[in-house]
């Protein structure tokens, strides 16, 4: 599929499956409400557990009422884009729907090229696995098609993609606290 294609899907609020950094995930807006839900139902996601979200850049936090301070911005720089995913606070109400009561999300700025091309031109993007959960992840677009059928509005084939999850860090105070070593390695 070409990539305006799928642009213009993800725009209007479509759902697909695509190859990220790491594994297949299931995308969609994270900027609408009502595809974020159609993801949950899709992958029998429980309510509680909020989403990762792929970003093209820093300035891409603002859209979600987060604000980093030097110190963090410099060492996010340095970092992305990785298969590296940090949790950042977040207490916006407006954003309820994502962080799902936990007052906080998850970001990731994937290493791969044509993915942050296609999140320039979309805008954030929630990604969670391409599975349902408590399921395998998807490691081909086959096995992705096995688990949503004709319930997404495409599906982009990357091949087989077999990978350890990204990294998973939060900021504690100006220090980085490592909660999940996946691909990206932080000593």
Not at 13 to 35: C, E, F, H, M, R
Not at 50 to 73: C, G, R, V
Not at 80 to 87: F, T
Not at 97 to 121: C, E, I, K, V, W
């Amino acid at each position: 599929m070409n990539s305006k294609r799928m642009i213009k899907i993800l725009k209007n609020g479509g759902v697909g499956i695509l190859p990220t950094d790491t594994i297949y995930g299931i995308v969609g807006s994270a900027l609408n409400k009502q595809v974020v839900e159609r993801i949950y139902k899709l992958r029998r996601r429980s309510q509680e557990k909020p989403m990762i979200t792929l970003i093209s850049s820093l300035d891409d936090l603002q859209n979600f009422s987060i604000t980093l301070i030097p110190e963090q911005k410099e060492k996010l720089n340095k970092l992305w884009p990785n298969p590296l995913s940090i949790i950042l606070e977040c207490k916006n109400d407006e954003f309820f729907y994502l962080h799902r009561g936990t007052n906080s999300l998850a970001f990731r700025m994937p290493s791969d090229q044509s993915l942050l091309d296609l999140l320039n031109s979309t805008g954030p993007l929630v990604a969670p696995s391409a599975n349902f959960e408590g399921q395998k992840p998807s490691e081909t677009v086959g096995e992705a098609k096995e688990y949503f059928k004709d319930s997404v509005e495409f599906y982009e084939d990357g091949g087989k993609l077999v990978s350890a999850p990204s990294t998973l860090i939060r900021f504690k105070g100006n220090n980085i606290e490592v909660l999940r070593q996946g691909k990206f390695k932080i000593n």
